[in-house]
C-alpha cells in the first residue's frame, strides 16, 4: 500500500539536513509525490551530490541552499530565497541534527551547547523564519520536526541530544497552540532506531549493541528511512489536516521491548 502519486502536488516543502539519511529519504518521497523540494545544510558538497542523485536515480529536481540552522540571521535569508524561487513554502521539516556519544559526567560544556544549539536552537530559528511563509500556505503551513523516542524515556551517554529533541517537542507543542491561529500545524516524529543513518551506524552497531537493541523491538529489525519519510507525509499532507501538537512514533513498539 503507498500514497497516491498526485498526494504532495502543488506543495512546496524545505527540509533541513536532506542531504543524507532519514532527511534524503523524506526528500525523495515528497518528490516523488509530485512535492518540489529544497534542502540546505551547512556541507555544499554533500548537497551537490544528493541533488544529483535525486535526479539522476529518482528523476527529482531539489534546490539547494548551504546553509547553518544555528545562524538565525543566516538561515532567515536561506528560508527566504528557497521561498521564492519555490513560489512560496508549504511545508518545514526540520531533520537537521548533531549528536555524538559522550557519559554525561564527562560531557564539556561546549559539546553540551553545541547539540542544544543544532537541534533545538536550529529549529526554532527555521520555524521562526520559516513562518511568515507558511502563513501564506494556500491549505495551511506544515511545521514536522524529526525528533526520537529517547526524547520520551532519556538518553544515556546522549543527554545533550536528548534534551534539545524533548526541548523541540515542547516547542512544536507551544508553536501549535499559537500559529494555529494561522492555520500552521506543527507536529513531530519519533523515529526508533532506523538502519542506515548515523544514529544506527555509528551508536548502535559501532558500539557493538546492535543484538541488544533488536532484542528490545518487538518486529525485531530496525526502520528504515521511508517509514519516516511515511509519516512525514502523513502529517504534511491534507490527510494530517486536523492533526497538530502531536506525536508520531515510528519504533516497531520499541518502547515495550523487553
Known amino acids: 500500500m503507498s500514497f497516491a502519486e498526485n498526494t504532495m502536488a502543488g506543495k512546496t516543502a524545505l527540509v533541513t539536513g536532506g542531504a543524507t539519511g532519514i532527511g534524503a529519504a523524506i526528500v525523495r518521497l515528497l518528490g516523488k509525490l509530485g512535492a518540489r523540494v529544497a534542502i540546505t545544510s551547512r556541507k555544499e558538497e554533500n548537497l551537490k551530490a544528493a541533488v544529483q542523485e535525486f535526479a539522476e536515480k529518482d528523476g527529482i529536481d531539489v534546490i539547494y541552499r548551504v ?14 530565497d528557497i ?43 527555521c520555524c ?24 520520551d524515556s532519556g538518553w544515556p551517554t546522549a543527554a545533550h541530544a536528548g534534551a534539545a529533541k524533548a526541548g523541540i517537542q515542547n516547542l512544536m507543542k507551544s508553536l501549535s ?63 494530517g489536516a486536523y492533526v497538530s501538537g502531536t506525536e508520531l512514533v515510528v519504533d516497531g513498539a520499541a518502547r515495550w521491548g523487553t
Not at 95 to 112: D, M, Q, V, Y
Open 67 to 80: 546553509g547553518d540552522v544555528r545562524d538565525a540571521d543566516g538561515i532567515k535569508a536561506v528560508i527566504a
Open 83 to 125: 521561498a521564492t524561487e519555490l513560489g512560496g513554502l508549504d511545508i518545514l521539516v526540520c531533520n537537521a541534527a548533531g549528536n555524538f556519544i559522550c557519559p554525561t559526567e564527562e560531557l564539556s560544556s561546549n559539546g553540551w551547547r553545541t547539540v542544544i544549539d543544532i537541534d533545538l536552537n536550529g529549529t526554532f530559528n
Open 128 to 151: 521562526q523564519a520559516a513562518l511568515p511563509f507558511l502563513k501564506k500556505a494556500t491549505r495551511g503551513g506544515r511545521i514536522v520536526a524529526i525528533s526520537t523516542t529517547h526524547a
Open 177 to 239: 497552540a499559537e500559529w494555529g491561529k494561522y492555520g500552521v500545524r506543527a507536529n513531530w516524529v519519533s523515529p526508533g532506531p532506523i538502519e542506515g543513518t548515523e544514529g544506527v551506524d555509528r551508536l548502535i552497531i559501532a558500539q557493538g549493541k546492535a543484538a541488544e537493541v533488536l532484542k528490545r523491538i518487538p518486529l525485531g529489525t530496525f526502520g528504515q528511512g521511508e517509514d519516516i519519510a511515511n509519516a512525514v507525509v502523513f502529517l504534511s499532507s491534507d490527510m
